[in-house]
């Protein structure tokens, strides 16, 4: 039987959930043989429209996506699903979801293999995009890698790390924030607290948000504020604080006092609720890491602690036969480097197509590496010697990791 192929488009920046979602969705599918040219191009139509009484009425995701099936099971027939790929340009989303859970076949394609195969003109719509991706299966199925989605507990843990990352980037931004604006005014503040992200320094901020306010206050006061805060040695952190506070310091005038503490509260105010939702985080990324039962593998890595062992396991999942090698998983991690040769000239030049959260925690982790593993340590310091740069050399020794990541991985053995 001829392989058939249906390409299903989705635009880029919205990662394919805007035209199935939104008031008038359109989702362009390519249908080709495997031997021949492309058939048709037809539009495939997903919009909302008026019921008899003038009333508007939408279609609903689920009777969209049911739709959709329904027309892909024209093609091939609800038995022969695998004779189905749909190519698409994300590996994520509620349509993925549900391609998956209805079972056909999903092959994800980086959106600059698109770009680069559309034509010198410039022209860009759905259907030029859909076409195209529809020659790329075409031409390179037998490259393409079809999505095999880990357990249910890794895909949980995977989107809570990310998640929690995506939160502490945001509390960074706001102690930033925060720093500057204590320097406008309340300079003072910084050398009470080495953390002032932690909840105690905040709610003392908050308690006392002037210079003034906290100079005015007494030991005793300070003392209960922080054991209120749950500051563990409060009695004996409280007269420090109340020594500093009274040390000669350069204070702002009034106007500014006013303004930046307002702005101080409001910046507190956002930090309190965030760190302890990033605590709660950390407690339920525990959980579902114990429960699984590579953790024992992953938590034997070097240094990999309670923060980044979950984040291996996540990032490199449970599904063994995803990576058929070493190199594979280098690869994706963006760990090792590629080749840009030119006449005479050749280089290695650092891997741009990777997955971002895969790279990042395996250069975290190498660089812990080296703190504790003689034979890392010394990787490093060979590399530096040779005149890399530290991130160059950091990237050189994931890339080691990520080969021995994978064997321990692939075969459940700790390190």
């Given at each position: 039987?001829?392989?058939?192929?249906?390409?299903?488009?989705?635009?880029?920046?919205?990662?394919?959930?805007?035209?199935?979602?939104?008031?008038?969705?359109?989702?362009?599918?390519?249908m080709?043989?495997?031997?021949?040219?492309?058939?048709?191009?037809?539009p495939w139509?997903?919009?909302?429209?008026?019921?008899?009484?003038?009333?508007?009425?939408?279609?609903?995701?689920?009777?969209?996506?049911?739709?959709?099936?329904?027309?892909?099971?024209?093609?091939?027939?609800?038995?022969?699903?695998?004779?189905?790929?749909?190519?698409?340009?994300?590996?994520?989303?509620?349509?993925?979801?549900?391609?998956?859970?209805a079972?056909?076949?999903?092959?994800?394609?980086?959106?600059?293999?698109?770009?680069?195969?559309?034509?010198?003109?410039?022209?860009?719509?759905?259907?030029?995009?859909?076409?195209?991706?529809?020659?790329?299966?075409?031409?390179?199925?037998?490259?393409?890698?079809?999505?095999?989605?880990?357990?249910?507990?890794?895909?949980?843990?995977?989107?809570?790390?990310?998640?929690?990352?995506?939160?502490?980037?945001?509390?960074t931004?706001?102690?930033?924030q925060?720093?500057?604006?204590?320097?406008?005014?309340?300079?003072?503040?910084?050398?009470?607290?080495t953390?002032?992200?932690?909840?105690?320094?905040?709610?003392?901020?908050?308690?006392y948000?002037?210079?003034?306010?906290?100079?005015?206050?007494?030991?005793?006061?300070?003392?209960?504020?922080?054991?209120?805060?749950?500051?563990?040695?409060?009695?004996?952190?409280?007269?420090?604080?109340?020594?500093?506070?009274?040390?000669?310091?350069?204070?702002?005038?009034?106007?500014?006092?006013?303004?930046k503490s307002?702005?101080?509260?409001?910046?507190?105010t956002?930090?309190?609720?965030?760190?302890?939702?990033?605590?709660?985080?950390?407690?339920?990324?525990?959980?579902?890491?114990?429960?699984?039962?590579?953790?024992?593998?992953?938590?034997?890595?070097?240094?990999?602690?309670?923060?980044?062992?979950?984040?291996?396991?996540?990032?490199?999942?449970?599904?063994?036969?995803?990576?058929?090698?070493?190199?594979?998983?280098?690869?994706?991690?963006?760990t090792?480097?590629?080749?840009?040769?030119?006449?005479?000239?050749?280089?290695?030049?650092?891997?741009?197509g990777?997955i971002?959260?895969?790279?990042?925690?395996?250069?975290?982790?190498?660089?812990q590496?080296?703190?504790?593993?003689?034979?890392?340590?010394?990787?490093?310091?060979?590399?530096?010697?040779?005149?890399?740069?530290?991130?160059?050399?950091?990237?050189?020794?994931?890339?080691?990791?990520?080969?021995?990541?994978?064997?321990?991985?692939?075969?459940?053995?700790?390190?």
């Amino acid at each position: 039987m001829m392989r058939k192929s249906c390409f299903e488009h989705h635009n880029r920046r919205a990662r394919g959930l805007r035209n199935v979602t939104g008031k008038e969705g359109t989702a362009r599918c390519g249908m080709l043989e495997s031997i021949g040219q492309i058939r048709t191009m037809t539009p495939w139509c997903l919009t909302s429209r008026d019921t008899k009484e003038g009333r508007f009425e939408s279609i609903t995701l689920a009777a969209r996506l049911a739709k959709l099936s329904t027309f892909l099971e024209t093609i091939t027939g609800p038995e022969q699903k695998e004779q189905m790929a749909c190519i698409i340009e994300t590996t994520h989303g509620l349509l993925i979801a549900f391609l998956l859970e209805a079972g056909w076949p999903v092959y994800p394609v980086n959106p600059r293999t698109v770009d680069r195969r559309r034509a010198a003109s410039g022209a860009k719509t759905d259907t030029i995009d859909a076409y195209v991706l529809a020659k790329t299966g075409r031409a390179d199925l037998a490259d393409l890698h079809r999505l095999t989605p880990d357990s249910e507990l890794v895909q949980e843990l995977k989107t809570l790390t990310r998640d929690q990352d995506a939160l502490i980037q945001m509390q960074t931004r706001l102690v930033n924030q925060l720093t500057a604006t204590l320097k406008a005014y309340y300079a003072v503040a910084l050398r009470l607290f080495t953390k002032v992200q932690q909840h105690s320094p905040l709610i003392f901020l908050q308690t006392y948000p002037t210079p003034q306010a906290a100079m005015g206050a007494s030991v005793e006061q300070i003392t209960e504020v922080l054991q209120h805060a749950g500051h563990t040695t409060a009695e004996k952190v409280a007269p420090k604080i109340f020594e500093t506070l009274h040390q000669p310091h350069l204070t702002a005038n009034a106007i500014t006092t006013r303004t930046k503490s307002r702005l101080m509260v409001a910046l507190v105010t956002q930090l309190l609720p965030l760190v302890e939702q990033i605590a709660e985080y950390d407690k339920e990324v525990k959980r579902l890491f114990l429960t699984h039962e590579d953790n024992e593998v992953f938590s034997s890595l070097p240094r990999a602690g309670k923060r980044l062992a979950p984040r291996l396991l996540a990032e490199i999942g449970d599904e063994r036969t995803r990576y058929a090698d070493a190199a594979s998983l280098q690869a994706l991690a963006g760990t090792s480097p590629v080749l840009f040769q030119s006449g005479n000239y050749a280089k290695a030049h650092r891997r741009v197509g990777c997955i971002k959260p895969l790279r990042n925690v395996l250069h975290q982790f190498a660089w812990q590496s080296t703190q504790q593993e003689g034979w890392a340590r010394d990787y490093y310091q060979r590399k530096r010697a040779e005149g890399k740069s530290h991130t160059v050399a950091v990237r050189a020794l994931s890339n080691v990791w990520a080969r021995i990541v994978r064997h321990v991985g692939a075969y459940g053995i700790p390190a």
